[in-house]
């Protein structure tokens, strides 16, 4: 049974920085997806990040790309999203996700069957 663990949430002001960290437990195959995402009030979840365990390739959603990075710690199962030049609208709790049926990174939702239990990033004016 896959297990995510999510950490790192908080408040800061616009222009702050906040470091999201997901671990997983539980993989049995070293191929694997990971995945950030978002979901603000009265919004639906949006991916903003994802990280495929081969040659830690990563993908960002057009709103974060430039501001936040996506990297991981292989001997951990571990990855950070560290989230730079925060914006209002980066308001939103944030999921972190897993598969490791593809290959690849898959950009739906449905498509990933291990989720964490979310943080809370809030971002003032």
């Known amino acids: 049974q896959v297990q995510l663990a999510e950490s790192g949430g908080g408040s800061v002001q616009a222009g702050g920085s906040l470091r999201l960290s997901c671990v997983a437990s539980?993989?049995?195959?070293?191929?694997?997806?990971m995945a950030w995402f978002r979901q603000a009030p009265g919004k639906e979840r949006e991916v903003v990040a994802r990280l495929y365990s081969v040659g830690s390739t990563t993908s960002y959603s057009d709103s974060v790309r430039g501001r936040f990075t996506l990297s991981q710690d292989n001997g951990k199962n571990l990855v950070y999203l560290q989230m730079s030049s925060l914006k209002p609208e980066d308001t939103a709790m944030y999921y972190c996700?897993?598969?490791?049926?593809?290959?690849?990174?898959?950009?739906?939702?449905?498509?990933?069957?291990?989720w964490g239990q979310g943080t809370q990033v809030t971002v003032s004016s």
């Open positions: 996700a897993a598969d490791d049926r593809w290959i690849g990174c898959p950009t739906v939702e449905a498509n990933f069957r291990y």
């Open positions: 539980g993989f049995t195959d070293s191929d694997y997806c």
